[in-house]
Each structure stands twice: as C-alpha cells, then as structure tokens.
C-alpha cells in the first residue's frame, strides 16, 4: 500500500510519515516546498510536490497512491485564509481522490465539533466531513482535542524561560494525547474494514485543564510560573479588531477557537469502544506526566552538563 501524506512536515504528519515507514508502508509527502521538507527524505519517503492553494498541483501527486491520510491545515503565517486550504484545497484534493479511486482517506476533526458550526475554523472541518460523506470514498475520520506536543511551547519553555504565561479564567478539560499516539491509531485504520465510512474519538487517557497543566510543569521543572489571566471579553475584542484587517483573518480565526476552548465545556470523549475496535489497550497510550517527566529530564540534563563545562573552563 502507498500512502499520501498531506501536512507531512507538521506536528501530526511528520509522526504518521515515520510510523508508516517504520511498519512498511510505501510514503509519498506532499510538499510545496522541497527544500524544508528535505528530512523526510532522508527517513525513507518519497517527496511529491504539490499544494493545496494550487489544486492544479493536486492530481500528478496522487499517482499510485492507495490511500490519503491528511495531517494538514493553514498556519496563521499564511497570507491566504484559511478556507483556501482547509476547504477549497482539500475538496480539491477529494475531487482528484476521485478520479484515481483512492481506497481510503483518512481525516482529522475537532472534537465535539457539531456543536461549534459558528466558529470558521470548526465549520471549515465540518464541510470537509460532510463533503467526504457524499463522496463516495472510503474514509476514517478521528476527533481530536490537542496534542501534547503544542503543550511544550504553551507551558513549559515559558516556565524555563521565567516568562509569562497567559491563560483564560475557565477551567475547559481537554484530552490531550501524543501525536505518537494518533499515527499509531491512523494506521491500523487502513487495515480494518469495520473503520470504512466511520467516526472515532482519539483522546488521551486523563483531561486536563490549564491550571493543572501548570502546576505539573511547575513540580517537573522545579520553577514558578509566572500566570497572567486574560478576560473572555478582552478576547474577544482583540479578535473582532483582527477581523477588521486582512491580514489579521487568520489570526481572528484561531482567536475565535480560543474562545471556544475557554467556554469551560470540556473537550473529551470516552474511548472504551475505539480502543476495543482498534485492538489497542488504554496502557498502550503515553500519558501526560511521562510526556512532561521525559521532556523536562531531557532539557534539565542539558543544562547541567553546559553548567559543567562552563565550570571546568573557569
């Protein structure tokens, strides 16, 4: 089986590229630009190029390919909205599935997603899915809630850094889980039939809110964090001001997913049925703490052997 990556450079996609190279599979990424996505080369994937503001770029990447397993979306950095990518480019890239009678196509959403169709970014996954349905292609789709990885830039390098952290007043649990995790759970869902035109959650094991988060970094690190609390209200202003410039679309976008992360719902599922289909066991899931404790011990170790050599050359 070849598999198409798309988003293969990205937090989730670079990990489904290395578990699927590591079980066998035959990996194509799609990448807009060859240059940075060079170490996926060197892993053992075939680099394709193609980008998804292009949907022109679409079909020639999808020769041979057996199955599309789709990690992308658009960055804040992008000087297009979102919806270029994450809706006229990936039902372009459905389109062209299409015509090669792509065998399965696997997609990831936001948990809880059906009850949040107001906010642009949510809507945006909710089209995709609805678009996929009346397809007529195979897919898989995963409900995601965060990962453990976007945690290290959000918490624990500001603790380290003694800068501040900025958090909303409202105490939302979310079900982070290792993107690790969710490639291992992507893959075996190309070998089940039972997963064929379904839905599944893909959370993590405990729900986690902002303030415990912190107080794990803290006790890991050994460091206070600085915590600043930002209004709902002011959140909301500053993203209405960011909708005024078109340059700031992408910014007030992800602004209005904040706000919908800080309404103090949570976002978590139970995965006793997900487990038992996939033949996965809850314990075979990493967990926050050994995350943090690994992440922490790895950084701590390093700074003291710098602290060690700095003292031998004095």
């Known amino acids: ?67 599309i397993i789709d990690a992308s979306t658009a960055r804040p950095s992008d000087s297009y909205n979102a919806e270029t990518i994450d809706l006229k480019g990936k039902t372009a890239l459905i389109e062209a599935a299409k015509l090669v009678n792509i065998e399965r196509f696997v997609f990831f959403s936001v948990i809880n997603s059906d009850k949040y169709s107001d906010v642009p970014l949510v809507k945006l996954k909710l089209d995709i899915e609805s678009y996929l349905e009346k397809s007529g292609i195979k897919y898989t789709i995963f409900y995601l809630g965060g990962f453990f990885q976007g945690l290290i830039s959000q918490y624990a390098i500001p603790i380290l850094e003694k800068q501040p952290i900025w958090v909303t007043g409202e105490k939302t649990s979310i079900g982070y889980i290792d993107t690790s995790d969710i490639a291992k759970f992507a893959l075996r869902s190309l070998a089940l039939k039972e997963t064929e035109c379904k839905r599944f959650p893909l959370v993590g094991r405990k729900n986690w809110n902002s303030q415990e988060i912190i107080q794990l970094c803290e006790r890991l690190s050994g460091q206070s964090a600085r915590v600043t609390k930002i209004p709902i209200s002011a959140l909301i202003i500053f993203r209405k001001l960011m909708g005024f410039f078109e340059w700031g679309a992408n910014i007030s976008e992800r602004l209005a997913f904040a706000e919908l992360l800080a309404t103090g719902e949570d976002f978590t599922s139970d995965m006793k049925q997900t487990y038992a289909l996939f033949g996965f066991e809850e314990s075979d899931t990493a967990t926050l703490e050994s995350y943090m404790q690994d992440y922490f011990g790895r950084i701590l170790r390093k700074l003291k052997e710098l602290s060690d050599e700095k003292e031998k050359s004095l």
């Open 1 to 67: 089986m070849t598999l198409l990556i798309v988003g293969a450079t990205g937090t989730l996609g670079r990990q489904i590229v290395r578990r699927a190279i590591d079980e066998g599979y035959q990996v194509k990424c799609l990448v807009r630009n060859l240059r940075k996505a060079y170490f996926l080369r060197e892993w053992g994937a075939e680099l394709v190029y193609g980008d998804l503001s292009l949907p022109e770029t679409l079909p020639l990447a999808l020769k041979n390919v057996t199955a």
